[in-house]
């Protein structure tokens, strides 16, 4: 068989807020239909690599390809061949769901021949249609979540990033939405991205893991080489191997510290 | 021009689904073209300036139209506190595009309130000289929102929560529009005002629209025009310039 292409490529990522490195020197690949996990502890570098991928953060140095194209190069070409789904909320609750999904299909310049046939679709998918005219706002945050699945697949994404995608729901919904995940993945072959704190469900669903702390990678490869290689009997005991068992109360000045670099490097 | 559309037709929606915004809104204008109008109206035609709702209508219109305008700029905010902005910033689309639809979107709804306004003020007793010269109130109007419009999308764009928002209200906007000539005419003031006036961009839009409507103007609609249009244009290239430097 055929060795599957990289559908994303980090070489030597960093970047830096004033003289803090979020991100630093961070290589990994992951081909495509893999579904990759990227792990760390709070303010370990998760988002602001999510946030470089996805074009909304310039890199300091270091290469990317998202399939085949640099951000840097071709950044709509980057920007239509992924779907994102992210940490907070991100829909509009004013409008309906179904106005959310037109919205996106807009923006993607999905064709009008296609868009409602793909809209129907996707809220099948996620259980959404019957809800399809209720404004967002009278949702439950699981729906919302199903919702902001949808609407990262409406275009054909080759890649979907999911930031901490089951962060606050409860384990039906976790449940759901994992499957919903899984299901696109094996069915379309589309490769998933994604960080969560969860480490019971990044080894239920992970081909591949890579974790990060301070900024640096610390270990990647399959689950089973990782517990391996840190003796342990699960993803969380491993995690906690590689990471340290300490609480990150200095991980929480760290992001707050990040964040002001980040206000202040702007001005 | 779908990205432009679909933003700008967002705007539309959002204003006409918030009907405490758009009657909270008319509070202010109202209770202005009341208490100014009929409040100073004595003393106006006593001092020989003649009938005072006449000359401040064309004021509140623009007050309504900068307040609602400017406002755009506080969606902006929501839309970045809330997440949505980053939903369109990862979007195959040009920031420009993107920075257009949102202030065509809120440069409409700061039309539509204004002809709201308007409407208000036929009920009590404003009476436009010339109909025919309605279509270029109308263009004064729509100046005047591109501008304030760009103006609060180009601050929003260098803020990151609410919290500066009044303060920019306070020191800012009010001064603009207490500062236009939109309750006072503009001739005979002391020269320190005269010069703050002249560089009062709401001062063109108000005296021209004042030309339009009841045919009353101090700089000239044609440089009122030409001054506002500019601004407008400047404005636009400058929110566009700040809303590109935004980093999610």
Known sequence: MPEKKNIILVENLTKKFKEFAAVDDVSFTVKAGEIFAFLGPNGAGKSTTIKILTTL????????????????????????????????????????????????????????????????????????????????????????????????????????????????????????????????????????????????????VADRVAIIDHGKIVAQGRVDQLKRKTKTNSLEDAFLALVGHKIRDEEVNGIDRMRFIRRMHRR | MNTIYILWLRQIKKYFRSRSRMIGSLGQPLLFLVAFGFGFGSIYQKAGGGNYIQFLAPGIILMSVVFTAIFSGIDLIWDRQFGFL????????????????????????AVIQGLI????????????????????????????????????????????????????????????????????????????????????????????????????????????????????????????????????
Request: charged content about 20%; proline content about 5%.
């Open chain 1, 57 to 204: 953060l310039q890199p300091t140095k270091g290469k990317i390809e998202l399939n085949g194209e640099s951000p840097s190069q071709n950044r709509n070409a980057v920007r239509k061949s992924f779907g994102i789904v992210f940490q907070d909320p991100s829909l509009d609750e004013d409008m309906t769901a179904l106005e959310n999904m037109q919205f996106h299909a807009f923006l993607y310049q999905v064709p009008k021949e296609m868009r409602e046939k793909r809209i129907k679709e996707l809220l099948n998918f996620v259980e959404l249609w019957e809800k399809r005219n209720n404004l967002v706002k009278t949702f439950s945050g699981g729906m919302k979540r199903r919702l902001e699945v949808a609407r990262g697949l409406l275009h054909h994404p080759k890649i979907l990033f999911l930031d901490e995608p089951t962060l606050g729901l409860d384990p039906q919904t976790r449940q759901h939405v994992w499957q919903y995940i899984q299901n696109i993945n094996k069915s379309e072959g589309m490769t998933v991205f994604f960080t969560t704190h969860y480490m019971e469900e990044a080894e239920r």
């Open chain 2, 117 to 248: 306004v308007f409407i208000l003020t036929l009920l009590v007793g404003f009476r436009p000289v010339n109909l025919l010269l309605l279509p270029l109130a109308l263009l004064f109007i729509i100046l005047t929102a591109v501008f304030f419009t760009s103006l609060g999308i180009a601050i929003a764009s260098s803020m990151e929560d609410m919290h500066g928002f009044q303060l920019i209200m306070n020191f800012l906007v009010m001064p603009i529009v207490f500062l236009s000539g939109a309750f006072f005419p503009l001739q005979g003031l002391p020269k320190a005002m005269v010069v703050i006036t002249k560089i009062d961009p709401l001062s063109y839009g108000i005296d021209g629209l004042r030309g339009a409507l009841i045919g009353i103007s101090q700089f000239g609609i044609a440089a009122d025009f030409l001054i506002l249009a500019v601004l407008a244009i400047i404005l636009l290239l400058l929110g566009s310039f700040l809303f590109e430097k935004i980093q999610a």
């Open chain 2, 86 to 109: 980053k939903e369109t910033l990862v979007a195959p689309v040009s920031r420009l595009s993107i920075m257009l639809g949102k202030t065509l979107g809120g440069a409409t709804v």
